[in-house]
C-alpha cells in the first residue's frame, strides 16, 4: 500500500489522532473533555455561591420564600451550561440541546418574569390600591 494513500485513510478516519489534528475533526474525546470542562466550570460556579451566599439574608430568604410560594421547583439532575470551546456546529446543537432543557423546566410564573414590562402609571396606582 502507498504511504500517502495511508496516511489519506488516516486523516478521514473519524476519531483517529491524524484527523483530529490534521482535518481539524471532533471526536468523542474532545466531547468528554468538553463536558468534563463544563461540569467543573458548574461544579466551581456552585461552590462560590454556596461560599458568598449568607443563607440567613433577609432577601435571599424572601426570593427562597417566593420560588417555594410559586412551586418552583429545581430539575432532577443540574442542568450545566454549555461553556467549552467546540466547533460553531457543535456548539451551536449543544447550546440549543441546553436550551430546549432549560424549557422543560421553566414555569409559566418564570416565563412570565422573563418578559417583564414596565407598568403605566394608572396600572400602578391600580395595583397600589391608590
Do not use: C
Not at 502507498?2 to 481539524?24: C, E, H, W, Y
Not at 468538553?34 to 426570593?63: F, G, H, M, Q, S
Not at 450545566?80 to 470551546?85: D, E, F, Q, R, S
Amino acid at each position: 500500500m502507498d504511504f500517502v494513500a495511508m496516511v489519506k485513510q488516516t486523516i478521514r478516519t473519524p476519531g483517529s489522532a491524524l484527523n483530529r489534528v490534521a482535518a481539524g475533526g471532533w471526536g468523542w474525546h474532545e466531547e468528554n473533555t468538553a463536558r468534563l470542562y463544563e461540569a467543573l466550570n458548574y461544579w466551581l460556579e456552585l461552590a462560590w455561591i454556596d461560599r458568598t451566599t449568607d443563607p440567613d439574608d433577609p432577601e435571599v430568604k424572601r426570593e427562597r420564600a417566593e420560588a417555594k410560594r410559586a412551586g418552583i421547583k429545581p430539575p432532577p439532575h443540574p442542568l450545566i451550561p454549555p461553556v467549552a470551546l467546540r466547533p460553531s456546529e457543535i456548539a451551536d446543537e449543544r447550546f440549543q440541546a441546553y436550551l430546549d432543557e432549560v424549557g422543560q423546566y421553566q414555569t409559566k410564573r418564570q416565563e412570565q418574569q422573563g418578559g417583564k414590562r414596565q407598568v403605566t402609571s394608572d396600572e400602578f396606582d391600580r395595583i397600589m390600591g391608590l
